[in-house]
């Protein structure tokens, strides 16, 4: 079975630019979660999605929205692009969010603003 | 609001030894606890999940363990190769299960 994909792989934007990043959960699951990692440090949570509903949301700015589909695939949208917005973002699914079960990363997408 | 620590933040050592990761939190109100393993510029692997009631969990040559009355878990790694060679986070379940807060790492570099 395929793990959770994220496309692009790496991207490269100007500051105030938009930008659009994709997930696709492993089969079966229905949570898919948004962190972002900065060089050096470790992931930052930013959005969970359950049933395409948002169940959490960490601290970041207005400019950082999110969306679940019925497929349960998830986008992460990033409004007027700051150089600190550079990091690689994660995406990560897991059956649901009552089950505590474990969560699966996707290799990330590298976002450069430059 | 949870913080995690994770020391040694670099740790090197000589094929063949064992050795012992530290995670440490502030905050014992967790679901869950897991270990993920992050070679350089790529996503997350996760190792061991150890559930909030649990006390320790094993896969082949790692082993978890966690205190949440001390707010510490520790990852073994036995025998330790070159591939072992990666950067180790441990991460928790919090915020109502719907967020994993982690900790910023330990680097380790197994040598020949």
């Known amino acids: 079975d395929a793990g959770v994909t994220q496309s692009p792989t790496h991207l490269i934007k100007t500051r105030g630019q938009h930008v659009t990043l994709r997930c696709s959960p492993i089969s079966g699951h229905k949570s898919v979660s948004w962190y972002q990692q900065v060089l050096g440090q470790g992931p930052q949570f930013i959005f969970q999605?359950?049933?395409?509903?948002?169940?959490g949301r960490g601290n970041f700015p207005d400019r950082f929205s999110a969306r679940q589909f019925p497929n349960y695939s998830s986008e992460l949208n990033v409004n007027a692009l700051l150089l600190g917005d550079s990091a690689l973002y994660l995406c990560?699914?897991?059956?649901?969010?009552?089950?505590?079960?474990?969560?699966?990363f996707g290799p990330g997408t590298r976002l450069t603003v430059t | 609001k949870q913080e995690v620590t994770q020391i040694p933040a670099a740790l090197s050592v000589p094929e063949g030894e064992n050795l012992v990761l530290n995670c440490s939190f502030t905050d014992s109100a967790i679901y869950n606890l897991q270990w993920f393993r992050q070679d350089p510029g790529k996503g997350l692997t996760s190792l061991l999940l150890?559930?909030?009631?649990?006390r320790e969990q094993t896969s082949g040559r790692l082993n978890a363990s966690l205190d949440k009355s001390s707010g510490r878990s520790t990852l073994y790694i036995a025998a330790s190769q070159p591939g072992d060679s990666a950067t180790y986070l441990c991460?928790?379940?919090?915020?109502?299960?719907?967020?994993?807060?982690f900790g910023t790492g330990t680097q380790l570099k197994v040598e020949l």
């Open positions: 999605y359950y049933e395409k509903e948002e169940r």
């Open positions: 990560a699914s897991s059956l649901d969010p009552l089950s505590r079960r474990a969560e699966y």
């Open positions: 150890i559930q909030s009631s649990q």
């Open positions: 991460a928790l379940l919090t915020g109502g299960g719907n967020k994993l807060t």
